[in-house]
Nanobody, 114 residues
């Protein structure tokens, strides 16, 4: 059973940077969309997404600060987060869509605090 595992979360001061990674635990084919979501409380919200030709989209709250990218050979998606704010504090989840299945990672905590 293939899983996606996030890494790179942690504690950072306001204005700092972090890079999250989400990698497949085994071989997987037919990925057409990869995205990051976050959940601070209540509903999980969309952060950024990238399709299989590299087109990206972002939530308004992170535009200009976050960058999503992917390595198709490694079945990995990244989220570069700059100029972090306390309101970015949340558990971040990767989401991967294939024709057969919708995968979610287990989440990684990001805390922005001085």
């Amino acid at each position: 059973q293939v899983q996606f595992v996030e890494s790179g979360g942690g504690l950072v001061q306001p204005g700092g940077s972090l890079t999250l990674s989400c990698a497949a635990s085994g071989s997987i084919f037919g990925i057409y969309y990869m995205a990051w979501y976050r959940q601070a409380s209540g509903q999980r919200e969309f952060v950024a997404g990238i399709n299989n030709v590299g087109s990206t989209n972002y939530a308004d709250s992170v535009k200009g600060r976050f960058t999503i990218s992917r390595d198709n050979a490694k079945n990995t998606v990244y989220l570069q987060m700059n100029s972090l704010r306390p309101e970015d504090t949340a558990v971040y989840y990767c989401n991967v869509l294939t024709a057969a299945k919708n995968y979610w990672g287990q989440g990684t905590q990001v805390t922005v605090s001085s």
